[in-house]
């Protein structure tokens, strides 16, 4: 579109009109056939549509450009993406492949951090495909843990994280065990070799900025609300995930993960058991809304992490969700919700044991004890 036909639009409305309509849109995606018609389950996905606009606006409009990178949070307590980790700090920055960048700042005492480049985007075909990943195993830093990373298509001598032509993402994943006891890394960006301040907002940017706003929007919610649909016929199991897959959508290659959908009603459990925890850095076990909105976990114990899980004698963990606390170690709550979503994750293991599920009466889950 050239810049007259941008400017017109600009100055007629229609770029506006045409974000609103675009938006409005997707609102379909939350009254598909196969999802749950109840009230809550329809508030929570008008509500998740206002937090992906948000993400979105910060990720495509506010820090969008490439040559003045900067960190943000693009999933946290209410903003929530993909079966967003509650253990995790997720931290963003757009990029350029043909730029270069330096990252400093501190490595913290958090139990995993990683840093990984990225191509496409769920604005465009869905995926995300790292380009270079490096995580703190390999990272190099004095001994106040202070570090340089250098981010470029070029190998660089010291830490390096690569990037090609087509990178458009930088990810960071900080991962606690105990958020009380564990200090957070501390990192910024800048690109190297330029001392230029940004100009003034450019009319044809703005205008294709808002047009990859409401394509994040549209395609994150289809993209999720696709993957939800694929759980129900595995509902109340947790069998393993489609790692290729998930790895392809921005997963990280150090995690092996499992997904499904659970559903119980108020005098039920799902019990899951895993016979022998394999051994890895981390691992956790989260509860979802069906949208793939962790839970919140401000207020409700959802979320169960290798720290805070009590093992049996063998290393094996059963892990309890239900709506009634049975008074048991492991409790995962449901939030009040009758249905959802869930997912396991190792980080570094070597081997996988995958758990088994059974749904069973809170009073015969008590007799059994």
């Given at each position: ?129 790292v380009t270079g990943f490096i995580d703190a195993t390999q990272l190099k830093t004095d001994e106040n843990g ?69 394509s994040f929007v549209e395609n994150t919610a289809k993209l999720f609300a696709d993957w939800a649909q694929s ?139």
């Amino acid at each position: 579109m050239d810049t007259q036909t941008i400017n017109e639009q600009l100055l007629s409305g229609e770029t506006w009109s045409q974000f609103c309509d675009h938006l409005k849109r997707c609102g379909q995606q939350i009254l598909r056939p196969e999802t749950p018609a109840d009230p809550a389950t329809r508030a929570e996905g008008y509500r998740y549509l206002t937090r992906l606009l948000r993400i979105a606006l910060e990720m495509h409009v506010e820090f969008a450009d490439p040559a003045f990178p900067s960190f943000f949070k693009t999933s946290h307590e209410t903003a929530k993406i993909g079966a967003d980790n509650p253990d995790n700090i997720y931290e963003y920055s757009r990029l350029n492949g043909s730029m270069k960048y330096r990252i400093h700042g501190n490595r913290g005492t958090v139990s995993y951090l990683s840093f990984c480049t990225q191509k496409g985007g769920y604005e465009t075909d869905g995926r995300m495909v790292v380009t270079g990943f490096i995580d703190a195993t390999q990272l190099k830093t004095d001994e106040n843990g202070d570090f340089e990373l250098i981010v470029s298509r070029d190998p660089q001598p010291g830490n390096w994280l690569p990037m090609e032509d087509a990178s458009v993402s930088l990810l960071v994943r900080q991962t606690f065990m105990d958020r009380k006891s564990e200090v957070p890394a501390k990192l910024a960006i800048e690109r190297i070799g330029t001392t230029d301040t940004p100009g003034p907002l450019d009319p044809l940017v703005l205008a294709q900025s808002l047009q990859r706003v409401t394509s994040f929007v549209e395609n994150t919610a289809k993209l999720f609300a696709d993957w939800a649909q694929s759980y129900l016929p595995h509902s109340n199991q947790l069998p393993p995930a489609d790692q290729a897959y998930c790895q392809s959508v921005g997963g990280d290659p150090n995690i092996f993960y499992y997904h499904s959908h659970w559903e119980l009603r108020e005098d039920q459990a799902l019990v899951i058991h895993i016979d022998k925890v394999p051994e890895c850095s981390f691992w956790n076990l989260q509860i979802n809304n069906y949208w793939l909105e962790s839970l919140d976990y401000r207020y409700h114990q959802i979320c169960i992490n290798k720290h805070q899980a009590q093992y049996d004698e063998s290393g094996g963990v059963t892990l309890v969700l239900s709506e009634k606390d049975p008074g048991l170690a492991n409790w995962l709550q449901t939030a009040g919700l009758r249905q959802g979503t869930m997912c396991l994750r190792w980080v570094g293991a070597k081997e996988q044991c995958h758990p088994t599920t059974k749904v069973i009466s809170i009073d015969q889950l008590l007799e059994t004890v």
